[in-house]
């Protein structure tokens, strides 16, 4: 089938952008038809937002812009409205694509795709021409609704119909990911820890180091997760199961369900990479109620299995010392809890597994995959693990450091390139 490559007049709609967000940072680019789903895939993924709540969310009549500094992810997120060409000469179009790092287009795979194709076409084939460095992803959201065989049918479609259309136009060296994500599970959260790592410039640092980690610790697979969004940001070389992934990733809410309920010491006010956020922190920096942290040596909870995961009906235990932890409510010893800092967690599963987590810092937890026999060697995978987290904690510094200096240079251009403007008015 052929595409109708020009672009309907109902996208000519104009309207001025306000980038009040520093323009030094990567962007992702989120886009698509109306009622795609982006605004929703944002709210859930980096807002929280319980997937239910999104069928209220409105159309998005401008670019909504959310800058995210957590740890390693360091990028802004703007969602644009379907309706509008920003490739129109009334916009900057170098201005908007320059500085992206991942454009991601998002299809409505239970409507009809074809005009959605169209779009996608002219979409990455524009973006390409003003910044050839940007990664391509397209999500064929909303497949939660449709069978396994019409999934893999729809994907094969659209890949097989884009392909066609790229050649046809000699521009096949554009390259194009294709995931399958629906919010109602963990697929929208997979599909964007691999967007993400690409952003990533340390991801080889720390592959390599979880590769050693394993091979030394006895552990089968290992996610370094970011805590607030639940991607993983990394994970070692060993193909990744989307089982022991949605694992993992139920593994952060039954830990931050605990904390809510148990947690004791409040350590919303100590100092963090970044001065970002805890566990339990919510998205917006403020407490979520009375949401406090508690240095949990070892969680097993009693009454909450993982949703959707065999899990072996350990005892909840908190030790002496966390009960014993500031009930005088002195914040200035509450910030001093008397055992290590770090939340951590073990789940024991039906089938002899273990699931381990620690806390790298307050941005990122390591969350361990391992048989129950190894973890009897538990004192050398402490070891190990502070190890590893000296080493994340070095890779952070210089990669902040390196930020910095890198955010420096662009000021410093920018200073200079406005005299020039100026200058080349008058003349």
């Not at 097989?160 to 990911?177: G, N």
């Not at 566990?279 to 097993?300: I, M, W």
């Not at 909840?316 to 001093?336: A, F, I, T, W, Y």
């Not at 390139?417 to 080349?424: K, N």
Request: aromatic share 10%.
């Amino acid at each position: 089938m052929d595409f109708d490559y020009s672009l309907q007049s109902e996208y000519d709609n104009c309207e001025p952008i306000d980038d009040s967000i520093g323009n030094d940072k990567p962007r992702i680019l989120l886009m698509g038809l109306q009622r795609s789903g982006k605004s929703s895939i944002q709210r859930v993924v980096f807002g929280k937002m319980p997937p239910n709540d999104t069928l209220y969310l409105e159309s998005t009549t401008k670019i909504q812009k959310e800058d995210i500094t957590r740890s390693f992810i360091d990028f802004q997120i703007w969602d644009f409205p379907g309706q509008i060409n920003f490739f129109d000469p009334a916009y900057d179009s170098l201005d908007i694509f320059e500085s992206v790092g991942a454009l991601i287009f998002v299809i409505d795979a239970q409507d009809d795709y074809s005009e959605a194709l169209s779009r996608l076409f002219y979409t990455v084939t524009s973006a390409y021409k003003v910044n050839p460095n940007i990664t391509f992803e397209v999500l064929l959201h909303k497949v939660d609704g449709l069978s396994d065989d019409y999934k893999i049918d729809t994907q094969r479609d659209v890949q097989q119909r884009m392909s066609d259309a790229l050649q046809d136009a000699e521009c096949d060296h554009i390259h194009l990911t294709y995931y399958l994500t629906s919010i109602y599970d963990h697929s929208i959260y997979e599909a964007f820890s691999k967007i993400i790592q690409k952003l990533i410039r340390e991801l080889p640092t720390l592959e390599n180091l979880l590769n050693v980690l394993c091979s030394n610790s006895g552990i089968d697979k290992a996610y370094l997760f970011d805590t607030l969004t639940k991607i993983y940001i990394a994970t070692d070389s060993s193909p990744v199961d989307m089982q022991s992934y949605e694992l993992c990733s139920d593994m952060i809410d039954v830990v931050i369900d605990i904390e809510c309920i148990y947690g004791i010491a409040d350590r919303t006010q100590n100092s963090t990479p970044n001065g970002q956020y805890s566990l339990t922190d919510g998205g917006d920096g403020k407490e979520k109620g009375a949401l406090v942290q508690s240095p949990l040596s070892e969680v097993l909870d009693d009454s909450r299995p993982v949703s959707g995961t065999a899990v072996d009906t350990p005892t909840s235990d908190l030790s002496e010392n966390e009960e014993l932890v500031n009930n005088s409510g002195d914040p200035d010893q509450q910030q001093e809890p008397v055992t290590e800092n770090e939340a951590s967690s073990l789940i024991k599963l039906d089938n002899g597994d273990v699931l381990y987590m620690r806390e790298v810092n307050r941005l990122l937890v390591l969350i361990c995959l391992l048989r129950q026999d190894n973890f009897e060697k538990h004192g050398l995978i402490d070891y190990n693990f502070q190890c590893f987290k000296e080493a994340v904690s070095e890779v952070f510094e210089f990669s902040q450091k390196r930020n910095t200096q890198q955010h420096y240079e662009h000021q410093l251009q920018a200073n200079e390139t406005q005299p020039s403007q100026e200058t080349s008015r008058n003349s």
